[in-house]
């Protein structure tokens, strides 16, 4: 056979078993019987979870957007961290946060989406505020069809001031501060819009550029104490971040790798523990 008819089919054979290992955790609606504390169980990218709670899809200062998905479950620490926001946002009277995806009822690997968020420690935040008058008045209809914004101006660089306001930065510092925050995910150009600012402050070190990212924010939580199988992502580096590795976001090289096709990739094989939480 020639190689690159095997390379196909060898390429092929793992998207089709990626497809049906993410449809059998798609397929699940509940979460495991909870006994005894949640189980984070893996990395982000390679894990599910044991004992998840659901996130109402309602709560003081945030709504949950695309209900459709059922991705609105997750380990109690996220929930709690997203009421905790969800407070703040009330008392300082930021907007109502609008709040993406959690994670599916037991983790696990999604069908569309998401490499990450399988371990129930993850949630996206839109940049995006509704107003306090009619934020927690959202329809099923608004939760479905409303857009995240871009705060890049017309897919640049620059930040879309028209899309973009101090809040947005108050409601970032607030999330980073929290210690049970392991990183949060922005685009380079919001990174480099706060450090302009913040230079040297102590919670832009959280803040870390990433591809994408330009119409809402990923929090990922530190994988909870308890939890022995789950897996710790590299700590996040020393120092603010407003520094050469920010400046390579915006170089000729991250420009040509950003734009380059994007090779397939198999699927990250997931801890043996979640094969007894897919079938509990």
């Known amino acids: 056979m020639p190689f690159i008819i095997y390379l196909f089919l060898l390429i092929s054979s793992d998207a089709i078993s990626a497809v049906t290992i993410a449809n059998d955790w798609a397929k699940v609606t509940r979460p495991t019987q909870k006994i005894g504390h949640a189980e984070s169980i893996g990395t982000y990218s390679a894990g599910c979870l044991r004992g998840a709670a659901e996130l109402p899809v309602s709560g003081n200062g945030y709504q949950v957007m695309r209900l459709s998905r059922k991705r609105n479950f997750g380990h109690p620490n996220l929930l709690s961290f997203i009421e905790k926001m969800g407070n703040a946002a009330s008392q300082q009277h930021w907007g109502v946060l609008l709040i993406g995806d959690l994670g599916q009822p037991r983790g696990g690997p999604t069908l569309s989406g998401h490499r990450s968020h399988q371990t129930g420690l993850d949630v996206d935040i839109w940049f995006r505020l509704a107003s306090e008058a009619t934020g927690n008045q959202l329809s099923l209809d608004d939760r479905e069809t409303w857009v995240a914004n871009s705060v890049l101006a017309n897919k640049s660089d620059a930040i879309n001031t028209a899309q973009w306001s101090p809040i947005n930065?108050?409601?970032?510092?607030?999330?980073?501060?929290?210690?049970?925050?392991?990183?949060?995910?922005?685009?380079?150009?919001?990174?480099?819009?706060?450090?302009?600012?913040?230079?040297?402050?102590?919670?832009?070190?959280?803040?870390?550029?990433?591809?994408?990212?330009?119409?809402?924010?990923?929090?990922?939580?530190?994988c909870p104490n308890n939890n022995l199988d789950c897996r710790f992502q590299d700590s996040v580096p020393k120092g603010d971040g407003c520094d050469a590795s920010l400046a390579w976001w915006f170089s000729t090289e991250a420009k040509a790798e950003l734009s380059a096709p994007k090779k397939p990739t198999a699927p990250l094989a997931l801890p043996a523990q979640c094969e007894a939480v897919l079938k509990e």
Not at 172 to 179: H, I, K, Q, R, S
Not at 201 to 217: E, S
């Open 169 to 222: 930065e108050r409601v970032l510092e607030a999330a980073a501060n929290f210690p049970e925050v392991e990183r949060i995910f922005v685009n380079a150009s919001v990174k480099r819009h706060l450090c302009e600012d913040n230079k040297g402050q102590n919670w832009l070190r959280k803040i870390r550029p990433w591809y994408g990212h330009d119409d809402h924010f990923h929090v990922r939580l530190k």
